[in-house]
C-alpha cells in the first residue's frame, strides 16, 4: 500500500519557472524523504527532512514539512530541461519497528525548453 | 562495487518458469531493499534485509516470491511459477545502514521481468 500521495500527478512548465509538488502522507514518521527518477532509470535520492525540521534547502531545491497536516512540499526554483522525470516522496510509516521506506505514486514534471 | 548492481537487467520467461533475480549491493551497507514498480507507478515495497537477517516481508505478494541474503551481501529475489501478473521492474537498493529510520536508499538500475 502507498503511504504517500503526490500531488499533482503529472506538471507541465515552462523552463525558468518554479515547480511545486506536494506529498501527503497517514501516520506518523521519523522523516521524509524525496527522490527523482529519470524515465526508466533507478530513483535519485534528493533530500531528507527530519521531523523536527520545517524547512531544508538544498540548491534550487526547497523542502518543508508540516507534521500537523501530515505533508510536505517540494519547490523546484529556475527550472531547467534536465529537471524532467518522476518525483516521489516517500516515509517510514510509524514510529520504530519496521524501516520499510514506501514511495508514493509520484509527479511527473516536463519542464519544456 | 561502485553502485547497486542488478543481474540480469532483462529477462524473458515462459509462464511457469521459476526466476531468480540478483542484486549485489553497495560495499559494506547493511540494509538491503527489493521494490516492484509498474510503469507509471512509485516502487511498491516487497521485503528488506539488515545483515542476512530478513526484516519484514510484509510486501511480497505471495508464497511464491522470496528473498535471501545469506552471507549478508549480495541478495537474490526468486519468483517460483511465474504468471503474467509478475510482470515489472524490480528494482534493488541498498542504505549504509546506522540510526533507524534514516539515511537514503541507493537504487540499482532493476531487472524487467515479462512472463510471456
Known amino acids: 500500500s502507498q503511504q504517500g500521495e503526490e500531488d499533482p500527478q503529472a506538471l507541465s512548465i515552462q523552463e525558468g519557472e518554479n515547480a511545486t509538488m506536494n506529498c501527503s502522507y497517514k501516520?506518523?514518521?521519523?522523516?521524509l524523504q524525496w527522490y527523482r527518477q529519470n524515465s526508466g532509470r533507478g530513483l535519485v535520492h534528493l533530500i531528507l527532512?527530519?521531523?523536527?525540521?520545517r524547512e531544508k534547502h538544498s540548491g534550487r531545491l526547497r523542502v518543508t514539512l508540516d507534521t500537523s497536516k501530515k505533508s510536505s512540499s517540494l519547490l523546484i526554483t529556475a527550472s531547467r530541461a534536465a529537471d524532467t522525470a518522476s518525483y516521489f516522496c516517500?516515509?517510514?510509516?510509524?514510529?520504530?519497528?519496521?524501516?520499510?521506506?514506501?514511495f508514493g505514486k509520484g509527479t511527473k514534471l516536463t519542464v519544456n525548453p | 562495487g561502485a553502485g547497486v548492481s542488478q543481474s540480469p537487467r532483462y529477462k524473458v520467461t515462459k509462464r511457469g518458469q521459476d526466476v531468480a533475480l540478483r542484486c549485489d549491493p553497495i560495499s559494506g551497507h547493511v540494509s538491503l531493499y527489493w521494490y516492484r514498480q509498474a510503469l507509471g507507478q512509485g516502487p511498491e515495497f516487497l521485503t528488506y534485509f539488515n545483515y542476512e537477517a530478513q526484516q519484514d516481508k510484509s510486501g511480497l505478494p505471495n508464497d511464491r516470491f522470496s528473498a535471501e541474503r545469506p552471507e549478508g551481501s549480495i541478495s537474490t529475489l526468486t519468483i517460483q511459477r511465474t504468471e503474467q501478473r509478475d510482470s515489472a521492474m524490480y528494482r534493488c537498493?541498498?542504505?549504509?545502514?546506522?540510526?533507524?529510520?534514516?539515511?537514503?536508499?541507493?537504487f540499482g538500475e532493476g531487472s524487467r521481468l515479462t512472463v510471456l
Open positions: 527532512i527530519r521531523s523536527n525540521e
Open positions: 516517500a516515509t517510514v510509516p510509524g514510529k520504530g519497528g519496521s524501516e520499510k521506506l514506501v
Open positions: 501516520t506518523s514518521i521519523n522523516n
Open positions: 537498493a541498498s542504505r549504509a545502514g546506522g540510526h533507524p529510520n534514516t539515511g537514503e536508499l541507493f
